[in-house]
Nanobody, 113 residues
Framework: QVQLVESGGGLVQAGGSLRLSCAAS????????MAWYRQAPGKQRELVAT???????SFADSVKGRFTISRDNAKNTVYLQMNSLKPEDTAVYYC???????WGQGTQVTVSL
């Protein structure tokens, strides 16, 4: 059974930071590149960052230099450290494999001016 539980979202002022966490079931975590996605109101879900099982990372141009992705293979957990947040980062953030399986509930991130 695939389980993805995202946490760590919240309301933050522009320029602030948040760290998102995602606990994933072993069936999805162990063999897959993991990723963070986001969906802003009225927009399609987009890929934000990926990390391979070996730790290689990639980022969307919109978050490069501000976000980092990491994974703890012992804990089946993937993280997204978000710094220098902007109002346009406001969205529901989801973690999943890349390509994705069944989606979790996501965690809301709201960045105010």
């Amino acid at each position: 059974q695939v389980q993805l539980v995202e946490s760590g979202g919240g309301l933050v002022q522009a320029g602030g930071s948040l760290r998102l966490s995602c606990a994933a079931s072993g069936s999805i975590f162990n063999l897959n590149t993991m990723a963070w996605y986001r969906q802003a109101p009225g927009k399609q879900r987009e890929l934000v960052a990926t990390i391979t099982t070996s730790g290689f990372t990639s980022f969307a141009d919109s978050v490069k230099g501000r976000f980092t992705i990491s994974r703890d293979n012992a804990k089946n957990t993937v993280y997204l450290q978000m710094n220098s947040l902007k109002p346009e980062d406001t969205a529901v953030y989801y973690c999943n494999a890349y390509p994705p399986y069944t989606w979790g509930q996501g965690t809301q991130v709201t960045v105010s001016l």
